[in-house]
C-alpha cells in the first residue's frame, strides 16, 4: 500500500480519524487541555463561527456535532419534543452524562430557532460555563451588516479575553487567520482532488478526515489532511463505472457514516457536498494586513459558502451555488438528504429543485436522522438514481 510523504498509509490515517469520529468522550481534546495549566476548550455547534478567535485566545475550539448513532438518547428526550430534529436531544444527552465536562464554553451559531432555544437551555443547565448565542448579520452593506458583524465579533474577541485572563491581540488574531487561511486551502484542495478523483478519495474517508479538524487544533489537522492527500495521490484504487453526484442538505445534523457509504455502494461518487461547512465556509483567504475583525466580516458577507441557515439578499442568486457546485464538480445528478424535521433545509429544499428543474440537472430527495438505522432503502434508492442518470446520459 503506497503511503504519504511521513509514512502514513491513507488506511492509517484514515483509521485515526475513524478512532476520533468514534470517541464520544473527547479523549484528544481532554488530554489537549490536560498537557499545559490554564488551557480552555471553546465548543460549537455545526454550521460556522469565527474558530480564529478562539484560537487566538489560545484555547481549542470543539465541534459538537451532537451523538450520532453511536450514543443512545435517554435524558435528552426529557428536554425537547418530538417533532424536530435529534441533533438538540444528543446534545443535552452529551452534556447531562458528563462527556463535555471538561468544557469551558459553548457557542451556538445562528442556525435555526431549535439551535438559539438550545442556547438558552444550555446557561440554564450549565452556569458555571462562558455560553453564546453568535448571531450573523441579515444585512449584507459593509456599512450595516458589516458593522453589526464587527461589533458581535468584538464582543467575542472580550469576553474569550476576559476568559483566559488576558486580551487578544491583533497580532494574535492576524497569526490566527493566517493559520486557518492555510487549513481552508487544504480542505479545498481535498474537495478538488476528490471532484477530479473520486476514486481515490471516497467520501467517507475524506468526510472522516474533515471531521478530525473539529476536535484536533487546526495546525494538527492541516498536517493530517496533507498526509492523506499525499497518500490517497499515490495509492492505486479501482474506479468503478459509478454516476457522479452532488449530496445537499447535510449541513447541519450529520448523516450516519453508513449513509455516506451506503450513497457509493450504491453506484454514487459524491463529488460535492455541504458537510461540515464550518471547514471551509469562508471561500477565499481572509486578508491578514489590516483590521482582522473587518477583514473577518467582509469575508463573510462576501466570500462565504451558501447554505439554507444563511439569509441570501439577492434573490436571483437563491440556488445558483448548487448549479456552480454542479458544473465545477463534474456531476451528473443531485441528491438532497435532509434530516427530519430540519426547517431550513426542507424549507429551501423546493426553491432549490425548481433551479435544477430550469438548468437540466436531474435530482432525487430523502430524509434521515443522525440515528438513521436502516440504509437499504436508501441504497435502493440511490442505486435507481444512478442506474436512471446513466440511462438518461447514454440516450
Known amino acids: 500500500m503506497a503511503t504519504s510523504l511521513n509514512g502514513s498509509s491513507a488506511a492509517s490515517i484514515v483509521a485515526r480519524a475513524?478512532?476520533?469520529?468514534?470517541?464520544?468522550?473527547?479523549?484528544?481534546?481532554?488530554?489537549?487541555?490536560?498537557?499545559?495549566?490554564?488551557?480552555k476548550v471553546i465548543g460549537y455547534m455545526p454550521i460556522y463561527v469565527p474558530r480564529e478567535i478562539i484560537h487566538a485566545?489560545?484555547?481549542?475550539?470543539?465541534?459538537?456535532?451532537?451523538?450520532?448513532?453511536?450514543?443512545?438518547?435517554?435524558?435528552?428526550?426529557?428536554?425537547?419534543?418530538?417533532?424536530?430534529?435529534?441533533?438538540?436531544?444528543?446534545?443535552?444527552?452529551?452534556?447531562?452524562?458528563g462527556r463535555l465536562d471538561f468544557v469551558d464554553g459553548m457557542l451556538f451559531p445562528s442556525i435555526c430557532d431549535v439551535i438559539r432555544n438550545l442556547s438558552g437551555m444550555w446557561k440554564m443547565m450549565f452556569p458555571?460555563?462562558?455560553?453564546?448565542?453568535?448571531?450573523?448579520?441579515?444585512?449584507?452593506?459593509?456599512?450595516?451588516?458589516?458593522?453589526?458583524?464587527?461589533?458581535?465579533?468584538?464582543?467575542?474577541?472580550?469576553?474569550?479575553?476576559?476568559?483566559?485572563?488576558k486580551p487578544i491581540s491583533d497580532d494574535e488574531?492576524?497569526?490566527?487567520?493566517?493559520?486557518?487561511?492555510?487549513?481552508?486551502?487544504?480542505?479545498?484542495?481535498?474537495?478538488?482532488?476528490?471532484?477530479?478523483?473520486?476514486?481515490?478519495?471516497?467520501?467517507?474517508?475524506?468526510?472522516?478526515?474533515?471531521?478530525?479538524?473539529?476536535?484536533?487544533?487546526?495546525?494538527?489537522?492541516?498536517?493530517?489532511?496533507r498526509d492523506y492527500l499525499a497518500a490517497a495521490e499515490r495509492e492505486e484504487r479501482p474506479r468503478r463505472d459509478n454516476c457522479r453526484v452532488v449530496l445537499t442538505g447535510v449541513f447541519c445534523e450529520q448523516p450516519p457514516l453508513n449513509l455516506i457509504k451506503s450513497l457509493e455502494l450504491?453506484?454514487?461518487?459524491?463529488?460535492?457536498?455541504?458537510?461540515?461547512?464550518v471547514t471551509r465556509w469562508l471561500t477565499a483567504d481572509v486578508p491578514t494586513s489590516g483590521n482582522p475583525l473587518q477583514e473577518l466580516a467582509s469575508a463573510f458577507l462576501h466570500h462565504s459558502e451558501s447554505t439554507a441557515a444563511k439569509y441570501e439578499p439577492d434573490l436571483k442568486?437563491?440556488?445558483?451555488?448548487?448549479?456552480?457546485?454542479?458544473?465545477?464538480?463534474?456531476?451528473?445528478?443531485?441528491?438532497?438528504?435532509?434530516?427530519?424535521?430540519?426547517?431550513?433545509?426542507?424549507?429551501?429544499?423546493?426553491?432549490?429543485?425548481?433551479?435544477?428543474?430550469?438548468?437540466?440537472?436531474?435530482y432525487i430527495a430523502f430524509k434521515y436522522a443522525e440515528n438513521s438505522g436502516q440504509m437499504q432503502p436508501i441504497r435502493e434508492q440511490a442505486g435507481t438514481f444512478a442506474d436512471s442518470i446513466k440511462l438518461w446520459s447514454g440516450a
Not at 484528544?28 to 488551557?39: I, L
Not at 451532537?66 to 446534545?91: F, K, M, N, W
Request: aromatic content about 10%; hydrophobic content about 40%.
Open 266 to 277: 450504491s453506484g454514487c461518487y459524491v463529488v460535492d457536498d455541504d458537510l461540515l461547512l
Open 57 to 97: 485566545a489560545g484555547m481549542l475550539p470543539l465541534g459538537i456535532l451532537g451523538g450520532g448513532d453511536q450514543l443512545e438518547v435517554i435524558h435528552g428526550d426529557a428536554y425537547y419534543q418530538s417533532y424536530i430534529c435529534r441533533i438538540p436531544r444528543s446534545t443535552i444527552e452529551l452534556g447531562v452524562s
Open 18 to 39: 475513524q478512532g476520533l469520529f468514534d470517541d464520544l468522550s473527547f479523549t484528544a481534546a481532554r488530554a489537549w487541555k490536560a498537557a499545559e495549566p490554564g488551557r
Open 317 to 362: 442568486e437563491k440556488g445558483q451555488h448548487l448549479v456552480r457546485a454542479v458544473r465545477r464538480s463534474g456531476a451528473e445528478g443531485v441528491i438532497f438528504a435532509c434530516p427530519s424535521f430540519c426547517d431550513p433545509a426542507l424549507l429551501e429544499r423546493p426553491m432549490l429543485q425548481h433551479v435544477l428543474k430550469d438548468a437540466d440537472i436531474p
Open 173 to 225: 488574531l492576524r497569526h490566527s487567520i493566517a493559520v486557518y487561511n492555510e487549513n481552508r486551502r487544504l480542505v479545498r484542495e481535498l474537495y478538488s482532488f476528490r471532484a477530479q478523483r473520486p476514486w481515490q478519495a471516497p467520501a467517507a474517508e475524506v468526510y472522516l478526515v474533515l471531521r478530525a479538524g473539529l476536535v484536533l487544533p487546526v495546525e494538527e489537522h492541516s498536517a493530517l489532511v
Open 128 to 165: 458555571n460555563v462562558y455560553v453564546r448565542y453568535f448571531d450573523v448579520p441579515q444585512n449584507y452593506k459593509d456599512g450595516i451588516g458589516g458593522n453589526y458583524y464587527v461589533s458581535e465579533l468584538s464582543e467575542l474577541v472580550e469576553a474569550l479575553g476576559t476568559l483566559r485572563g
